[in-house]
């Protein structure tokens, strides 16, 4: 039975840091890459999309209006379906019209393992698709599975299945005794899911991996529907950060998008830096404020336009409009707020990259790619 594995380019580090990580490390997958273009994203993102062509080769452009010959971009034809109802993180019809329903179509009813590029410095699965031929598998993570097959994995009802699978993979060894003790515990309010979760993948991750993998086998999930030979990911105990990530963009010679340079500011005498810290639409809701700034003075034509977007009520964050943000003493208020922020990363010794004082705190509306 074909299984197709499949990645998403979305034109942000993670997921392109992930497409040459495959390459590199796993040759023999026969990876698809397809990207999904809303029509509104940064021109850095499109410049990293042909990079990858290049390193990649083939990547599927998917459409998620047919219309060749629309005149407006697909976002603009979905904002007039919903009456000019913007997006925001309590209605992400955005992500689910330009971003998820193309790529299912894409899959239709294959099987197929969708590879995600979430880094092991992140505690989330993201927005990913709910069809049952559809698998998300995460390789940077520590934990590869996505949170409903660990729950079915470890669910109490499972127990004798998942002893008699690691008596079969670890029928001998010094260790045994305590490994077993630990897969026979059932899950309680005290022992919960997370808790065995990291438990065994701390006594072995390979073995873990195998234990799902034989598990996955007797359920009708695609990566179940693979030989052990065709899925080597079994094997991998690597666990990527922000910082790997980065470093393996440069070294591969595609490079960081540009939107991730600090730039310097200036404000009141005092200094900061400012970029953009995550790829997507450049009017994206999950943007932080000073990012809004960003696009204002260094793209100030796209700037312009999302604030158009900007009508009957509707705004981009909630209870501020774009034309409110950029009003001289808002702007500076935003300026030194990070400017602050900045300066307590540094004093605990911490990066004062604007990617990092963030972190992850939001997800970008792409991020199910």
Known sequence: MKVRHILGISGGKDSAALAIYLKKKY????????NSDTGCELQETYVLIDRLKASLGKIKDLKSVKNENLLITPFEYFLKLVGGYLPSPQARWCTKKMKLEPFEEYVGEDYAISYVGIRGDEERDGYVSSKPNIQAVFPFRKNIWSLDV????????????????YNDLYPEGI???????????????QFYYSKKL???????????????FKFLKTTDYPVGKLKESEFPLLDNTDVLVKEDIFKLLEKSGVGVPDYYKEIPFEIDGQKG??????SGCYFCFYQQKIEWIWLYEQHPDLFKK??????????????????ELI?????????????KRQEANRKQNKSSKLADVFGDEVMCANCFI
């Open 198 to 212: 990291n438990a065994l993948l701390d006594f072995d991750i390979r073995i873990f991996n195998h234990a799902v």
């Open 27 to 34: 040759p023999k997958l026969k990876i698809e890459y397809y």
């Open 306 to 323: 999302a604030m158009e977007f900007e009508k009957d009520g509707y705004t981009w964050n909630q209870n501020e409009s774009l034309a």
């Open 273 to 278: 830096t400012y970029c953009r810290s995550r």
């Open 175 to 189: 260790l045994k005794d305590e490994l077993m003790a630990l897969v026979g515990k059932p899950i309680t309010k």
């Open 150 to 165: 660990i729950n079915k994995f470890l669910h109490n009802d499972n127990l004798n299945r998942i002893i008699d699978i």
């Open 327 to 339: 009003k001289p003493e808002r702007i500076r208020q935003i300026k030194l707020d990070i400017i």
